[in-house]
């Protein structure tokens, strides 16, 4: 088969390996699609560590082509999505269902302590525990139930409740996902601060109530204004102290100021803890998701509660992902997707 490998830092070479045989819990599944997400990205460069050679890509769906002998909620020709994160369920966390958490936290393909080969290749391994069953949504769609997932864990972190106001920095394709999942969890009205034309017009389109120019206004006067007042939730979706600054100056009393972009590691920032204090401010992080929030995204994806399809801006083949790494770091584009069936 063919493979997108993580050969060293900022080299990757498709390589022909040999297709690899399910273990007795595992399904071999045959990648429909795998969309490429910052964290490849970060991984392709360097600044997420990663022991090569590697096959990066965790957002992928596919056919199941193989079961191991002791799986048997899985036959072959199943269409399926693949959640990356495998938990152990023997440590605390996992037993509390906080698997993103797990002490001996495994991705497929994905950042990790340990990583397995992902699915940037025509089949990949993976846990049938780790499958979801997607129905006749298309792979393109079902590639994006990761990230979907991950904006879920973020409204469950937020803790929010219907008719709670949200301010948005950052609409890439992960601030635009997160948009449309606070929406469906009644969030109103949704303000959105995004430097770039298109993709504020986008988040206009997907249900943003007001959108915000940060080279015409300053985000800290203009959300609060649009959104009659500072909102329940500040969340940043881009990983900058600036930025995260701004989503907790705008947060109201009481309210949370949401970490779902991911910050550089060595970044630090001061707060007041005065104003934590008196303004019972929560500062709430959001990493990755959980088994929970993975089977919540395929089933908005199945009931059509998400615009997936205009979140994908291209189809690639495996011989593709350096030139889509550079398009990514020029913010160029949305969501690209690994075709490997594309690239003979
Ligand atoms: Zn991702
Ligand atoms: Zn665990």
């Known amino acids: 088969m063919r493979a997108s490998t993580l050969t060293d830092v900022g080299e990757i070479t498709v390589e022909d390996r040999d297709r690899p045989d399910p273990a007795d819990d595992e399904v071999l599944v045959q990648v429909g699609a795998c969309s490429v ?21 965790h957002e992928g769906a596919g056919t199941v082509a193989e079961v191991g002998a002791d799986v048997d909620r899985f036959a072959v020709g199943d269409r399926v999505a693949i959640n990356p994160t495998v938990p152990c369920n023997a440590c605390s966390y996992c037993k509390k269902g906080e698997t993103h958490l797990c002490e001996n936290n ?7 302590d340990t990583i397995l080969d992902g699915a940037f290749a025509e089949y990949v391994r993976v846990p049938a525990i780790n499958v979801e069953d997607i129905g006749e949504m298309s792979f393109e769609r079902a590639a994006l139930a990761e990230p979907l997932a991950c904006c879920v864990h973020g409204v469950e972190q937020a803790d929010i409740k219907p008719g709670d106001s949200v301010g948005i920095i950052g609409a890439g394709p992960i601030g635009l996902l997160l948009l449309q999942a606070f929406r469906n969890a009644g969030a109103a009205p949704i303000v959105v601060s995004e430097l770039d034309d298109e993709r504020r017009e986008l988040a206009a389109d997907l249900g943003a109530d007001a959108v915000i120019d940060p080279n015409e206004e300053d985000p800290e006067e203009a959300i609060p204004a649009a959104a009659g007042g500072p909102v329940n939730v500040g969340a940043e979706a881009i990983g900058l102290v600036p930025t ?17 972009g991911v910050p550089d590691q060595e970044a630090t920032m001061e707060v007041s803890p005065f104003d934590v204090f008196f303004d019972e401010v929560d500062y709430r992080g959001s990493f990755s998701l959980t088994t929970e929030d993975f089977e919540r995204a395929i089933t908005l994806l199945r009931h059509e509660r998400i615009d997936a399809e205009t979140l994908i801006t291209e189809r690639i083949g495996l011989d593709d992902l350096p030139a889509a790494f550079e398009r990514m770091g020029n913010a160029e584009g949305l969501k690209k997707v690994v075709v490997p069936g594309d690239s003979e």
Not at 106 to 112: E, V
Request: with cysteine; net charge negative.
């Open 244 to 260: 995260i600054k701004q989503a907790n100056a705008v947060t109201a009393p009481g309210g949370s100021t949401l970490i779902f």
């Open 106 to 112: 495994t991705s497929i393909g994905g950042a990790g």
């Open 37 to 57: 997400c910052m964290t490849d990205y970060h991984m392709y460069h360097g600044t997420f560590a990663a022991e090569t050679p590697l096959v990066l890509g």
